[in-house]
Every structure is written in structure tokens, then in C-alpha cells.
């Protein structure tokens, strides 16, 4: 008798040991928190004054930016985002920061405006179809649909194209 019960207190120790792995294990790896993008200091963002700064000392202070706009290179965008995600779920954004700064025709800066999560937009599409404007089609539609229509007149069905009746028009 007293083996079984050593072998009893072994087997609910590992029992423990396990469990309490197994709860660590899956509560340490159940939030995932990443960030994308330019790394936001505020002093920095702060100190690109309209009237004063230009392109130079502008990517001097903050860096090259995210993108540039395409028409006309007069804004300069820096985009710094932070997503949160549990385990296996789709990350979903958790603070947004948006910094456009405008410049004129000279490279001087004209303004710096923030955006916000306002501008996010959500986007829910619609099972696993997209909807199109035209004629909608069953399937014996688009599998015989064509029947009759290759070789219709000025498809290449016959005769040449010159007066003669020869490809040449002899």
C-alpha cells in the first residue's frame, strides 16, 4: 500500500506541474501587441513649425516619411500605428496617428495636421461574394451562353476580305 500511494502523490504532482504549465503557457501568448510604422515623439512632431521649417530640416527631425502624396510631392505623410490581437484572432487597431505636413511650391512648410482612429474606416465585405453591376448569369448561362456566337458574320467565317475574294483582294 504505501507505493501506490507515493506513485498517487507523483502522478498529481505532475498532474500540477502540467496544468500549471499549461495555464502559463497559454496566458503569456494570448495578447499580441505590435506597432507599425513611424515611432511618434511628440517634442519632435512638435518642434516643425509652419513658416520655418522646409523639406530639409523637416527630414532632418522626423526622418524620411511613410510616403509621399503622388500628385505633386507637396505632402509628406508619417503614419505610426498600435495593434492588439488575442491568439489567433484578427489584429485590430488600438491607437492610430496620422501626421501629414504640407509644404508650398518652395519646400516651405505650410501646415502639419494629425489625424486619429476617426479616419480609419471598417470595411465589412459582404460572404463570399462580390457584388458587380451588369447581367447576372446562371450557370447553364455561362456554359452555353457562346453557342452560335463564334463564327458569327465579321468573325472570320468565310471568304476573304478584298473584292476578289482572296486574301490579297485579287
Known sequence: MPQFSRHNRRGRVVIAIGLSALLLG????????????????KLLVDSVQPGIDNRASVEGTLGRPSFVSQFGQQDWYYVSRDMRALAFSSPKPV??????????AAGNVVAVDRTGLDQVAS???????????????SLFDEIFGNIGAVGAGGMGGGGGSGPGGGPNGS
Open 26 to 41: 497559454t496566458s503569456a501568448c494570448t495578447r499580441i501587441r505590435t506597432h507599425q510604422g513611424y515611432q511618434v515623439d
Open 95 to 104: 491607437d492610430q496617428t496620422v501626421l501629414r505636413v504640407r509644404f508650398d
Open 123 to 137: 470595411i465589412s465585405p459582404m460572404g463570399d461574394k462580390t457584388p458587380t453591376l451588369g447581367r447576372h448569369r
